[in-house]
Protein backbone atom coordinates (compact mmCIF):
# COMPACT_ATOMS: atom_id res chain seq x y z
CA UNK A 1 0.00 0.00 0.00
CA UNK A 2 1.01 3.39 -0.94
CA UNK A 3 1.28 6.47 1.22
CA UNK A 4 2.57 10.30 1.25
CA UNK A 5 3.62 12.06 4.35
CA UNK A 6 3.74 16.00 3.91
CA UNK A 7 5.83 17.12 6.67
CA UNK A 8 4.21 20.51 7.37
CA UNK A 9 0.64 21.17 7.73
CA UNK A 10 1.21 25.01 7.36
CA UNK A 11 4.03 27.38 5.69
CA UNK A 12 4.13 31.14 6.78
CA UNK A 13 6.37 32.76 3.81
CA UNK A 14 6.82 37.04 3.20
CA UNK A 15 6.32 37.70 -0.07
CA UNK A 16 8.72 37.16 -2.75
CA UNK A 17 11.02 34.90 -0.34
CA UNK A 18 11.20 31.06 -1.53
CA UNK A 19 9.34 28.07 -0.49
CA UNK A 20 9.64 24.66 0.09
CA UNK A 21 6.96 22.01 0.73
CA UNK A 22 7.90 18.48 1.91
CA UNK A 23 6.36 15.55 0.31
CA UNK A 24 7.61 12.05 1.34
CA UNK A 25 6.00 9.12 -0.08
CA UNK A 26 6.17 4.84 1.11
CA UNK A 27 5.79 2.57 -1.91
CA UNK A 28 6.60 -0.82 -2.37
CA UNK A 29 6.30 -0.08 -6.72
CA UNK A 30 7.19 2.51 -8.58
CA UNK A 31 4.86 5.85 -8.54
CA UNK A 32 3.61 8.59 -10.39
CA UNK A 33 3.70 11.49 -8.48
CA UNK A 34 1.43 15.14 -8.44
CA UNK A 35 0.98 18.55 -6.46
CA UNK A 36 -2.56 19.94 -6.72
CA UNK A 37 -3.55 23.10 -5.56
CA UNK A 38 -6.59 24.34 -3.98
CA UNK A 39 -7.06 28.24 -3.91
CA UNK A 40 -9.84 29.00 -1.07
CA UNK A 41 -13.28 28.04 -1.84
CA UNK A 42 -11.94 25.91 -5.07
CA UNK A 43 -11.54 22.29 -5.88
CA UNK A 44 -8.18 21.03 -6.58
CA UNK A 45 -6.18 21.80 -9.86
CA UNK A 46 -3.16 19.99 -11.14
CA UNK A 47 0.06 21.86 -10.09
CA UNK A 48 2.55 19.46 -11.87
CA UNK A 49 3.34 15.62 -12.03
CA UNK A 50 6.36 13.29 -12.51
CA UNK A 51 5.69 9.86 -14.54
CA UNK A 52 8.92 9.25 -16.39
CA UNK A 53 11.84 10.73 -17.31
CA UNK A 54 13.83 14.13 -15.83
CA UNK A 55 13.16 13.78 -12.74
CA UNK A 56 12.94 18.23 -12.34
CA UNK A 57 9.26 18.72 -13.03
CA UNK A 58 8.51 22.04 -13.50
CA UNK A 59 4.99 23.96 -13.40
CA UNK A 60 3.87 26.76 -15.74
CA UNK A 61 3.67 29.57 -12.75
CA UNK A 62 7.07 29.38 -11.76
CA UNK A 63 7.32 26.06 -9.18
CA UNK A 64 9.10 23.22 -9.65
CA UNK A 65 9.46 19.60 -8.04
CA UNK A 66 12.48 16.84 -8.01
CA UNK A 67 11.67 12.98 -7.79
CA UNK A 68 13.90 11.86 -5.19
CA UNK A 69 13.75 8.05 -5.29
CA UNK A 70 16.57 7.04 -3.17
CA UNK A 71 14.90 9.64 -0.67
CA UNK A 72 11.27 8.82 -1.74
CA UNK A 73 10.31 12.29 -1.96
CA UNK A 74 8.90 14.94 -4.14
CA UNK A 75 9.42 18.24 -3.10
CA UNK A 76 7.78 21.19 -4.07
CA UNK A 77 9.93 24.63 -4.66
CA UNK A 78 9.66 28.08 -5.40
CA UNK A 79 12.17 30.68 -5.50
CA UNK A 80 10.14 34.07 -5.06
CA UNK A 81 6.50 33.76 -3.85
CA UNK A 82 3.37 35.96 -4.61
CA UNK A 83 0.42 36.85 -2.54
CA UNK A 84 -1.82 34.84 -5.26
CA UNK A 85 0.60 31.75 -4.45
CA UNK A 86 -1.42 31.17 -0.74
CA UNK A 87 -3.40 27.98 -0.78
CA UNK A 88 -3.48 24.43 0.16
CA UNK A 89 -1.09 22.17 -1.87
CA UNK A 90 -1.57 18.28 -2.00
CA UNK A 91 1.12 16.09 -2.55
CA UNK A 92 -0.25 12.91 -4.38
CA UNK A 93 0.67 9.23 -5.77
CA UNK A 94 -0.86 7.18 -7.92
CA UNK A 95 0.20 3.68 -8.99
CA UNK A 96 2.00 3.15 -12.58
CA UNK A 97 -0.37 0.49 -14.45
CA UNK A 98 -3.55 1.41 -12.47
CA UNK A 99 -6.02 2.01 -15.53
CA UNK A 100 -8.27 3.85 -12.75
CA UNK A 101 -5.59 6.42 -11.17
CA UNK A 102 -6.76 6.29 -7.86
CA UNK A 103 -4.78 9.00 -5.96
CA UNK A 104 -3.44 8.32 -3.01
CA UNK A 105 -2.85 11.81 -0.80
CA UNK A 106 -1.09 13.61 1.76
CA UNK A 107 -2.72 15.52 4.68
CA UNK A 108 -2.14 19.51 2.94
CA UNK A 109 0.35 22.25 3.63
CA UNK A 110 -1.22 25.42 3.76
CA UNK A 111 0.92 28.12 2.65
CA UNK A 112 0.29 31.76 3.57
CA UNK A 113 1.80 34.57 1.81
CA UNK A 114 1.79 38.00 3.65
CA UNK A 115 3.19 41.25 2.39
CA UNK B 1 -13.05 24.31 -21.42
CA UNK B 2 -12.90 21.12 -19.10
CA UNK B 3 -16.01 21.26 -16.54
CA UNK B 4 -16.92 19.39 -13.25
CA UNK B 5 -19.69 20.49 -11.81
CA UNK B 6 -21.28 19.58 -8.15
CA UNK B 7 -24.78 20.03 -7.61
CA UNK B 8 -24.61 22.69 -4.57
CA UNK B 9 -22.05 24.41 -3.22
CA UNK B 10 -23.66 24.46 0.31
CA UNK B 11 -25.76 21.92 1.95
CA UNK B 12 -27.26 21.47 5.51
CA UNK B 13 -29.05 18.52 6.26
CA UNK B 14 -30.76 16.27 9.77
CA UNK B 15 -29.60 13.36 10.66
CA UNK B 16 -31.18 10.61 9.34
CA UNK B 17 -32.31 12.05 6.13
CA UNK B 18 -31.36 10.83 2.89
CA UNK B 19 -28.84 12.75 1.22
CA UNK B 20 -27.76 13.28 -2.56
CA UNK B 21 -24.75 15.06 -3.90
CA UNK B 22 -24.53 15.18 -7.69
CA UNK B 23 -21.62 15.24 -10.32
CA UNK B 24 -21.59 16.23 -13.40
CA UNK B 25 -18.45 16.41 -16.23
CA UNK B 26 -18.15 17.22 -19.36
CA UNK B 27 -15.06 16.36 -20.59
CA UNK B 28 -16.68 12.00 -21.69
CA UNK B 29 -14.28 10.54 -18.96
CA UNK B 30 -14.56 6.75 -18.23
CA UNK B 31 -13.43 7.39 -14.32
CA UNK B 32 -15.13 9.19 -11.30
CA UNK B 33 -14.28 9.49 -8.17
CA UNK B 34 -15.59 10.98 -4.69
CA UNK B 35 -13.51 12.17 -2.36
CA UNK B 36 -14.55 13.28 1.39
CA UNK B 37 -11.80 16.72 2.67
CA UNK B 38 -11.52 16.79 6.40
CA UNK B 39 -8.60 19.17 7.91
CA UNK B 40 -5.43 17.41 8.79
CA UNK B 41 -6.61 14.18 6.89
CA UNK B 42 -6.03 15.17 3.04
CA UNK B 43 -8.67 13.73 0.52
CA UNK B 44 -9.99 10.30 1.19
CA UNK B 45 -11.72 7.80 -1.48
CA UNK B 46 -15.13 7.44 -1.00
CA UNK B 47 -15.92 5.59 -3.95
CA UNK B 48 -15.22 5.43 -7.65
CA UNK B 49 -16.48 4.29 -11.05
CA UNK B 50 -14.76 3.08 -14.14
CA UNK B 51 -17.70 3.04 -16.31
CA UNK B 52 -21.61 3.46 -16.40
CA UNK B 53 -22.97 1.48 -13.82
CA UNK B 54 -19.75 0.17 -12.12
CA UNK B 55 -17.99 1.19 -9.33
CA UNK B 56 -15.30 0.38 -6.47
CA UNK B 57 -15.06 0.81 -2.86
CA UNK B 58 -12.50 3.42 -2.10
CA UNK B 59 -11.15 4.04 1.46
CA UNK B 60 -14.08 5.08 3.63
CA UNK B 61 -16.61 3.40 2.18
CA UNK B 62 -18.80 3.33 4.88
CA UNK B 63 -22.01 5.27 5.21
CA UNK B 64 -21.84 6.04 1.38
CA UNK B 65 -23.41 4.59 -2.03
CA UNK B 66 -23.31 5.72 -5.46
CA UNK B 67 -25.13 5.62 -8.39
CA UNK B 68 -23.42 6.15 -12.39
CA UNK B 69 -26.48 5.42 -14.70
CA UNK B 70 -25.05 7.74 -17.32
CA UNK B 71 -21.63 8.10 -18.27
CA UNK B 72 -21.07 12.02 -17.38
CA UNK B 73 -22.94 12.00 -14.01
CA UNK B 74 -21.94 10.35 -10.57
CA UNK B 75 -24.07 10.56 -7.28
CA UNK B 76 -23.26 10.16 -4.30
CA UNK B 77 -25.62 8.99 -1.54
CA UNK B 78 -25.64 9.42 2.21
CA UNK B 79 -28.58 7.22 2.90
CA UNK B 80 -29.27 7.94 6.51
CA UNK B 81 -26.84 11.33 7.83
CA UNK B 82 -25.10 11.68 10.56
CA UNK B 83 -22.80 14.25 11.94
CA UNK B 84 -19.56 12.52 11.47
CA UNK B 85 -20.28 12.88 7.74
CA UNK B 86 -20.55 17.04 8.23
CA UNK B 87 -17.58 17.56 5.02
CA UNK B 88 -16.59 18.82 2.18
CA UNK B 89 -17.27 16.28 -0.42
CA UNK B 90 -15.28 16.52 -3.63
CA UNK B 91 -16.13 14.85 -7.60
CA UNK B 92 -13.22 14.11 -10.04
CA UNK B 93 -13.06 12.63 -13.27
CA UNK B 94 -10.19 11.63 -15.60
CA UNK B 95 -9.46 9.55 -18.60
CA UNK B 96 -8.19 5.80 -18.18
CA UNK B 97 -6.18 3.69 -19.82
CA UNK B 98 -3.28 0.64 -19.17
CA UNK B 99 -0.87 3.32 -18.58
CA UNK B 100 -2.55 5.85 -15.89
CA UNK B 101 -1.16 9.10 -14.70
CA UNK B 102 -3.56 11.10 -15.96
CA UNK B 103 -4.76 14.27 -14.38
CA UNK B 104 -8.25 14.26 -12.30
CA UNK B 105 -10.38 17.49 -12.83
CA UNK B 106 -11.61 18.46 -9.31
CA UNK B 107 -15.50 20.06 -8.88
CA UNK B 108 -15.70 23.03 -6.27
CA UNK B 109 -17.00 21.00 -3.92
CA UNK B 110 -20.34 20.87 -1.53
CA UNK B 111 -19.60 21.69 2.22
CA UNK B 112 -22.12 19.60 3.86
CA UNK B 113 -23.26 19.94 7.36
CA UNK B 114 -25.27 17.26 8.99
CA UNK B 115 -27.31 18.56 12.51
Known amino acids: AQSVTQLDSQVPVFEEAPVELRCNYS??????LFWYVQYPNQGLQLLLKYLSGSTLVESINGFEAEFNKSQTSFHLRKPSVHISDTAEYFCAVSEPGDSWGKLQFGAGTQVVVTP | DVKVTQSSRYLVKRTGEKVFLECVQDMDHENMFWYRQDPGLGLRLIYF???????EKGDIPEGYSVSREKKERFSLILESASTNQTSMYLC??????????????FGPGTRLTVT
Open chain 1, 27 to 32: SSVSVY
Open chain 2, 49 to 55: SYDVKMK
Open chain 2, 92 to 105: ASSFSDSLGGYEQY
